[in-house]
């Protein structure tokens, strides 16, 4: 038999604030430093390999690179996958960052490469690209990276972005090769580079049909660049679990509870908003959302309910710890072995799916250690 697939399990840290109640005015709590740390060591403790550190102009409160180099200095095992924009940071000025703080955290460090997917916000920063701009930029900043990470040896860069002369760095990541490239994107020029430089390719949580048809189109796309080997494929999805699959679907429907009425109204809108045309992937949890139940169910355990006020990862895997469990092991027979997961708020239900689902997911299920 082949040898089972080595799983890996990720939780988020909540950058813009934390509580169980969305849609609020204003978080139940503020993402104060010694919280995120409290979130990673339970993070730790649980099993979790890594937190993703989110960056973003609009919404975040707090800048994820700065916050990643504080946290790992106060923990131990768990890394950081910090979001990272290719465009808004010179690549080998984030190349020799990526080093230093690989060496400060002993080789707990990712990065969660983001090209961006709304006009306004990329405005904000002062980056007017189209959207194909964008991702062939996002190629040449993960080129020279991992070029700056592979050895001592100055070289020239000749390219659309970017033009380098005698670039090299003096000292190399303690990782062989340089922190693990985590990389999603719906579009076709995502997917593309996706393929041709990734480690992980992420998606987020869809049906299983349309996660199945991802993987396969993404596998001849690989298979194409030569790389079958060296690309893995995971998920980012949102959990809502109890001790029962009543008391989980309760949970769902409290916490938008206090949603306010307006925002339900556009949340059922038949239109797909203008303002976000340019992210395919955005579209594609759009109208998982708009072809939901009334209570916002795509399918029995695949829920909406949060992409009613958060954009991005907005689906949820609603049940028992058993139901859970049971839906992520589809997944992983999909081919899916890295789960970015999290959940409201997110303390409290590091603790919750640490130790009641994934226990279920690594020993009753595929009896893996």
């Given at each position: 038999?082949p040898p ?6 990720n939780w988020?840290a909540?950058v813009?604030?934390?509580?169980f109640?969305l ?11 010694e ?8 993070a ?5 390999k890594?937190l ?15 916050l ?7 923990t131990n ?7 990272v924009r290719p ?28 090209t961006?997917?709304?006009p ?7 980056d ?12 040449e ?13 100055a070289?020239?860069?000749d390219?659309?972005?970017y ?7 003096e000292t190399?990541p303690?990782q062989?090769g ?13 997917q593309?580079?996706?393929?041709e430089l ?5 998606m987020?949580a869809?049906?299983f ?9 993404m596998?001849?796309?690989v298979k194409a ?11 980012r999805?949102n ?6 699959e ?12 206090k949603?306010?009425?307006d925002?339900?109204?556009?949340a ?14 955005q579209g594609?949890q ?6 939901s ?10 829920w909406?309910g949060i ?7 907005g ?13 992520v ?10 789960f ?7 303390l409290e239900e590091?603790?919750?799916?640490g ?5 279920l997911?690594?020993?009753k ?5």
């Amino acid at each position: 038999m082949p040898p089972k697939p080595q799983l890996e399990f990720n939780w988020c840290a909540p950058v813009s604030g934390d509580g169980f109640y969305l849609g609020l005015p204003t978080w139940e709590r503020s993402p104060e430093f010694e919280y995120i740390v409290q979130i990673f060591r339970t993070a730790e403790k649980f099993g979790f390999k890594q937190l993703l550190i989110g960056m973003g102009f609009t919404h975040h409160t707090l800048e994820a690179w700065t916050l990643a180099t504080a946290v790992l200095t106060q923990t131990n095992y768990a890394s950081a996958m910090v979001a990272v924009r290719p465009g808004f940071i010179s690549a080998p000025v984030l190349a020799k960052m990526a080093v230093t703080l690989d060496h400060i955290s002993r080789g707990r460090l990712s990065l969660n490469i983001v090209t961006g997917g709304r006009p306004t916000e990329q405005a904000m920063y002062g980056d007017y690209l189209d959207h194909d701009g964008r991702y062939r930029r996002t190629r040449e900043f993960m080129q020279i990276c991992r070029q700056l990470w592979l050895n001592n040896i100055a070289f020239d860069f000749d390219g659309e972005f970017y033009q380098l002369q005698g670039s090299k760095l003096e000292t190399l990541p303690l990782q062989p090769g340089g922190p693990t490239f985590y990389f999603g994107g719906a579009s076709d020029m995502a997917q593309q580079v996706g393929a041709e430089l990734s480690d992980v390719y992420l998606m987020w949580a869809e049906t299983f049909e349309q996660i199945e048809a991802r993987i396969h189109k993404m596998r001849l796309l690989v298979k194409a660049c030569g790389r079958e080997k060296l690309v893995r494929y995971g998920v980012r999805v949102n959990i809502i679990t109890r001790s029962t699959e009543i008391e989980a679907r309760e949970a769902a429907r409290e916490m938008i509870s206090k949603v306010n009425p307006d925002i339900l109204t556009k949340a059922r809108a038949t239109e797909y908003p203008n303002t976000k045309r340019e992210s395919v992937g955005q579209g594609r949890q759009w109208e998982l959302r708009a072809n939901s139940t009334d209570e916002w169910y795509i399918e029995p355990h695949l829920w909406a309910g949060i992409s009613i006020v958060r954009s991005g990862a907005g689906m949820t895997i609603v049940g028992s710890y058993k139901q859970v469990a049971e839906y992520v092991v589809k997944y992983i027979n999909l081919g899916i072995t890295v789960f970015i997961l999290s959940g409201y708020p997110h303390l409290e239900e590091c603790e919750n799916v640490g130790r009641n689902v994934l226990p279920l997911v690594r020993e009753k299920y595929l009896k893996f250690i």
